[in-house]
């Protein structure tokens, strides 16, 4: 069962900085932040309510002690928030399984329009804005 389960497992990262630069338009909808925190916050502002789960001073993965564990009605297996040089800069939310994988894909596609580029292999979708990108 572990196995099979680990096939499944695929994270979107919602990130603070440009994916790359194309010659496209901007997604629909950009988020200027994520579950409330702003890209490029400073990690003091938010440190009360993050429990480290792995890193240093110059890049470290949290978790938000509050959040549950669903991102748009979708049950998540994790949702992570990075920092880099003490600055917001992605979120990871981690989901298990093709229907989830689905609903995700559906839920990114309704929000920020059509992906810049998709990768059907890999299953890889990709979301370009000024500010922030989806992966």
Request: aromatic share 12%.
């Amino acid at each position: 069962m572990k196995e099979l389960s680990c096939r499944w497992l695929y994270a979107f990262s919602v990130m603070g900085a440009l994916i790359a630069a194309r010659g496209v338009t901007a997604m629909q909808n950009e988020p200027g932040d994520f579950r409330g925190v702003p890209w490029g916050a400073p990690l003091e502002e938010h440190r009360s309510g993050l429990a480290l789960m792995s890193g240093d001073d110059q890049l470290a993965h949290y978790r938000r002690v509050p959040d549950t564990n669903t991102f748009a009605h979708i049950d998540t297996w994790r949702i992570s928030y990075r920092f880099y040089k003490n600055r917001f800069s992605s979120a990871m939310v981690t989901i298990v399984g093709i229907n989830n994988f689905n609903s995700m894909l559906s839920h990114l596609t309704k929000t920020y329009g059509q992906p810049d580029s998709v990768s059907p292999r890999h299953r890889i979708y990709t979301w370009a804005g000024e500010n922030a990108g989806i992966m």
